[in-house]
């Protein structure tokens, strides 16, 4: 059981170039959640999925497009980078049930936009 | 729309010490309420969580942290702080119900003095 796991680890983009952020899941949560976390900042939600084809806008959607390909993965997509972008990101997944409100998280993306 | 304030962007203690992380919320309803630590570039670890039982609760590593509504506070706290303890300690939010996201206070670096 490898909870939420991200690729890639690290990456570094030059100004312009588009890339995508991976996050799986294997505990069969319903929702799950991209954050970008930059210093100072905590963390902030940029989207997230209730469920398998549907996603909707956290605080800070701009820049970014989100799929939820099925309900085991969530993807993160930058279409033309930008140093603001420069961040850690990290993908996160619950159950939606009461009671089982904790959210997950996985181990991060750290990105590097030149 | 919820909010947290962490007051401290840095905390010091001396190993063995009391220690005391602030964290007050604004929320419209009930909230769920949590605490995440975080070690140099990892991901998210939960702590412990409030959602509505009892207002004093225990998490990992001998922490604690009590729910006071008449305050709007959750402050965190360890008795004897320990060396490995030093980490990013985030205090977050949630409404639950459906699947929003957390909304996370700033975070405070808790450092231990030998």
């Known amino acids: 059981n490898a909870g939420v796991t991200q690729t890639p680890k690290f990456q570094v983009l030059k100004t312009g170039q588009s890339m995508t952020l991976q996050c799986a899941q294997d505990?069969?949560?319903?929702?799950m959640y991209w954050y970008r976390q930059d210093p100072g900042m905590g963390l902030r939600l940029i989207y997230y999925s209730a469920s398998e084809g549907t996603t909707d806008k956290g605080e800070v959607p701009n820049g970014y497009n989100v799929s939820r390909l099925n309900k085991r993965e969530f993807s993160l997509r930058l279409e033309s980078a930008a140093p603001s972008q420069t961040s850690v990101y990290f993908c996160?997944?619950?159950?939606?049930?009461?009671?089982?409100?904790?959210?997950?998280f996985g181990p991060g993306t750290r990105l590097l936009v030149l | 729309a919820q909010s947290v304030t962490q007051l401290g962007s840095h905390v010091s203690v001396s190993e063995g010490a009391l220690v005391l992380l602030r964290c007050n919320y604004s929320s419209s309803v009930p909230p769920y309420l949590f605490w995440y630590v975080q070690y140099p570039n990892q991901g998210l670890q939960l702590l412990l969580k409030y959602t509505s039982a009892a207002t004093l609760v225990k998490g990992i590593n001998g922490f604690e942290a009590e729910f006071k509504k008449s305050e709007t506070s959750f402050h965190l706290t360890k008795p004897s702080a320990h060396m490995s303890d030093a980490a990013e300690y985030f205090c977050?939010?949630?409404?639950?119900?459906?699947?929003?996201?957390?909304?996370f206070g700033k975070g405070t670096h808790l450092i231990i003095q030998p």
């Open positions: 996160a997944s619950r159950r939606d049930r009461v009671g089982q409100e904790t959210q997950y």
């Open positions: 977050a939010v949630t409404l639950g119900g459906g699947a929003d996201g957390l909304t």
């Open positions: 505990m069969n949560h319903n929702s």
